[in-house]
């Protein structure tokens, strides 16, 4: 008899600790999704990419940034303008680029043999806001080249 006492008492512990959660998720639904929903969607950098493009027939050595901008909601944004300072062996270059429709923004650079850092220094679109915490806005890439020789 007392082990059914316990249990019924450790069930309406348990009943209650679940109400109280859901209560506090419908507060917070309540209040918070409207002011989001209200405010400017939130724009954010997922992730960004370097890569050296080698000197060919056609063209010149380079150093490609590839920025790639998602809303809160991990949906790709064309359109986006996307502004960063690149650190290169000749000192800092500054670039824009606007985001195509796969919300990724191409940036260019070539200041010679060395490293290249690129940090994202602004992301705007009218309506939206960039969130400004975006962890992987900073990349390091040692980029060394060699020269063409004949042989």
Known sequence: MNSLLFLERVYVKM?????FAVVVALLISA??????AEG?????????????????STGTDAVVGLVFIRDANNVR???????????????????????????????????GQGDYTLV????????YTWDDLTPPGVVDAAITTVPWTRW
């Open 120 to 127: 994202v220094t602004g992301v705007e679109k009218p309506g």
């Open 40 to 56: 400017e969607l939130v724009l954010t950098v997922s992730h960004v990419r370097l890569t050296y493009v080698g000197r060919s």
């Open 31 to 36: 209040f918070a999704l409207p002011i989001l």
């Open 77 to 111: 944004v064309a359109g986006a303008s996307v502004t960063v300072e690149w650190m290169t062996p000749n000192g800092p270059v500054a670039q824009e680029a606007v985001t195509g429709s796969t919300g990724v923004a191409w940036l260019t650079v070539w200041e």
């Open 15 to 19: 009943k209650t600790r679940f109400c």
